[in-house]
């Protein structure tokens, strides 16, 4: 499944575009302590959070993540925003809890993050 | 900012004893000391610990080599990540002349791997204290990361942002302390917060914590 799919999926708003809307998803978490994201983070995942703070970003990038979806209606400020769009991270905006887009993607065949 | 300029800023401002209180680091801490002897500031040692419940928490050393030693033990036990500049600004050691020795390696913005309580029991064995720091700011913040805080007699001084609400709940009963939290030079607090302490020396503020 695609970025692009994905949000269609979630019915989730593009906060801000990818550098490819089309790229699979490799996998899906959630998690919402920085710390523990830092450690169990993959490339290509799609990691669901209600976490804003500015270093969700910057996180997201370092782990080369295909995008983050902020979950219940959570947004990121204007500075975050824009090193999302400077770093071309995709990110999603959901009124659906963390939980619910879990069940979504797993349902739709994204896997959990191989170890 | 460095050592340097923010023990000069502070003179500058009037301010009789500052912390400094690296995130996971003490490193600058020997240099932070020897400007506040050239400024005539006193400066007592510090750092700024993650939790693995992602709380940041204050440790206070009554001696820049407690600190320093305390640091080294708190670096290893960071996980082996490494710090990406790009992403997340260098993470510069001063030497002498105010001058960048060596940067630290590992992602200093990381949790070690030590919970709230062990990390408590752990400054506590070291002589020193410790004290959460912001406790009413967010997801780093011991209210927004635990629910609530534990109960007395655990953590009797916190560290509270002055810009936002804090329940008053929280802080009965305890001594609340605030911070700049400075991240820039700009954001050194002017001369607001004072501590009731028999002269203004790092040693009796220090006491002051210690005695809670």
Known sequence: MSIQEL??????????EGEDMTMPVSCGYACDLLSWVLAHGQKGMAWTTVQTHVNVVAIAVLMEMACV????????DMASLAKARE???????????SYEVCGLMMRA????PQA | MTPWNIVGMAKVKGLDVITLTDHNCACNLPQAMLAGRAYGVQVLAGIEITAKEDVHLLAYFADTEAAVAFGEEVYTRLPDITNRADLFGNQIIIGDDDEQVSLAQKLLLNAIDLSVDEIDAWVCAAGGVCVPAHINRGANGMIGALGLMP??????????????????????????????????LADI???GFSLDVPAPTAKHVFDYLKQR
């Open chain 1, 87 to 97: 770093e071309k991270l995709a990110v999603l905006v959901t009124a659906k809890t």
């Open chain 2, 151 to 184: 109960p007395l007699p655990r953590f009797p001084v916190v560290e509270v942002c002055q810009q936002l609400n804090c329940s008053p709940d929280a802080v009965k009963g305890r001594l609340i302390l605030h911070a700049s939290d400075a991240h820039q």
């Open chain 1, 69 to 76: 979806i902020l979950s219940e209606g959570n947004q990121l």
């Open chain 1, 109 to 112: 065949g994204i896997a959990p």
């Open chain 1, 7 to 16: 949000a269609v999926l979630l019915n989730a708003t593009i906060a801000q």
């Open chain 2, 189 to 191: 607090a002017e001369q």
